[in-house]
């Protein structure tokens, strides 16, 4: 049954890090393209991070880009968000996501298979 699994999250003071993890089961991770997306309440889902298929890149939302670093290990079958300087704007829920195929960032919240999420809380 595949399977994918968010940790990390918490509550954190503003200029915070987290690095959240998404652990896959039946099925390899590099053999789909994995994102992140997120979604606060009464929001629509926002892609914020994407590791591109077939292409291999990686793709950011502007308002995540150069605080956040997605990262994949292949050997643990597990995708990372890092994430810097955090905001409170960046409270969500968020979520791993897998696709077969990805060109942007703003492919991911259209992703067809996704974990349960992880809650972040930044607080001023």
């Known amino acids: 049954q595949p399977q994918l699994v968010e940790s990390g999250g918490g509550l954190v003071q503003a200029g915070g890090s987290l690095r959240l993890s998404c652990a896959a089961s039946?099925?390899?991770?590099?053999?789909?393209?994995n994102g992140w997306f997120r979604q606060a309440p009464g929001k629509e889902r926002e892609g914020i991070a994407c590791?591109?298929?077939?292409?291999?890149?990686?793709d950011y939302a502007d308002s995540v880009q150069g605080r956040f670093t997605i990262s994949r290990d292949n050997a643990k079958n597990t995708l990372y968000l890092q994430m810097n300087n955090l905001q409170p704007e960046d409270t969500a829920v968020y979520y791993c996501?897998?696709?077969?195929?990805?060109?942007?960032?703003?492919?991911?919240?259209?992703?067809?298979?996704w974990g349960r999420g992880t809650q972040v809380t930044i607080s001023s």
């Open positions: 039946g099925f390899a991770l590099d053999e789909y393209a």
């Open positions: 996501a897998v696709d077969p195929f990805c060109y942007s960032v703003s492919d991911v919240p259209d992703f067809g298979s």
């Open positions: 590791i591109t298929r077939p292409d291999g890149l990686k």
